[in-house]
């Protein structure tokens, strides 16, 4: 059931902080579920919905966390209600979640946003003007996510507001995420390695694995970092954040990351607990 090759120190004592953890941020492809490239098509991987039914039934609170920005977090909400998942639109989180967080604390009122809805939404909502990329906007922050319409004048306008002063905000650096088809490749890092190398600038990063996503959660759920436990698939999202953040890193091999991959990281890099599939931790719950 659980791999005691990727366990980081002792596994008992992993076991035990599982079973005291007060709350849970959870990870969604690769982890909850599988879909396309542009998240159609859910489906629960196994385990995914008596887990989440788990947490609901004991009334621990938790999260979902995807690092996508195509939609706003009630429209994710909604699918995966539709596949079966017993949650609210609060308990739907994604990097424009926590961006809120962090532009609202710095007093950045007018960003410039490469991507759709999914970001620009959140941000109007919370009084932040949202400010297309075309020109050469003046905007205390850019910030880029999933944007599979990028195009040269959008590359120009944000290297503009750049050189005009803005800091640059990336939702993920993620090479990858999980699919039914595979990995898919991250469009928000690509998009910010350009406007890197143009304008020397220095890539602040919102979403998984930096604190501020882990914050935002905490915040949300208003529990401490170091009673939570984090689960997910990615070895450079999930894991490092919940070990940054003193939480419980649990890891999963449905999606980006295998047994192979865990071996072989450095122990102090390593998930505290690897198993199988979020199917476990209810075997797991069910001991408890």
Not at 35 to 49: I, Q, R, Y
Not at 137 to 159: K, N, R
Request: glycine share 10%; charged share 20%.
């Amino acid at each position: 059931m659980i791999n005691k090759k990727a366990i980081q120190g002792d596994i008992n004592l992993s076991v035990e902080r599982l079973r005291n953890a007060r709350g849970f941020v959870l990870d969604m492809d690769g982890t909850l579920v599988l879909g396309n490239k542009s998240n159609h098509g859910l489906n629960p991987l196994p385990g995914a919905l008596d887990f989440v039914n788990l947490l609901n039934d004991r009334g621990l609170p938790f999260v979902i966390f995807t690092n996508g920005t195509p939609r706003v977090p009630a429209e994710y909400a909604a699918m995966l209600r539709g596949a079966g998942f017993s949650l609210n639109d609060e308990q739907m989180m994604t990097p424009s979640c926590s961006a809120v967080d962090v532009f609202l604390r710095r007093k950045f009122m007018r960003v410039c946003v490469l991507g759709g809805d999914g970001m620009t939404l959140p941000l109007r909502e919370a009084g932040i003007e949202t400010i297309p990329p075309t020109g050469k906007p003046e905007a205390d922050a850019v910030f880029v996510g999933w944007f599979y319409d990028f195009t040269m004048a959008h590359l120009e306008a944000a290297c503009h507001a750049v050189w005009n002063g803005a800091q640059l905000y990336s939702a993920s650096q993620s090479l990858f995420f999980a699919t039914a088809e595979g990995r898919a490749i991250g469009p928000s890092r690509a998009i910010c390695a350009m406007i890197r190398d143009l304008t020397g600038a220095r890539i602040n990063i919102v979403g998984k694995p930096s604190l501020h996503a882990l914050r935002s959660a905490c915040r949300r759920l208003g529990i401490k970092a170091q009673q939570l436990a984090v689960v997910g698939d990615d070895p450079s999202l999930e894991i490092p954040m919940a070990l940054k953040g003193k939480a419980l890193a649990v890891a999963v091999n449905t999606g980006i990351g295998d047994a192979e991959t865990y071996a072989g990281m450095k122990p102090q890099d390593r998930p505290h607990l690897y198993i199988e599939g979020v199917h476990h931790l209810v075997q797991l719950y069910k001991q408890f």
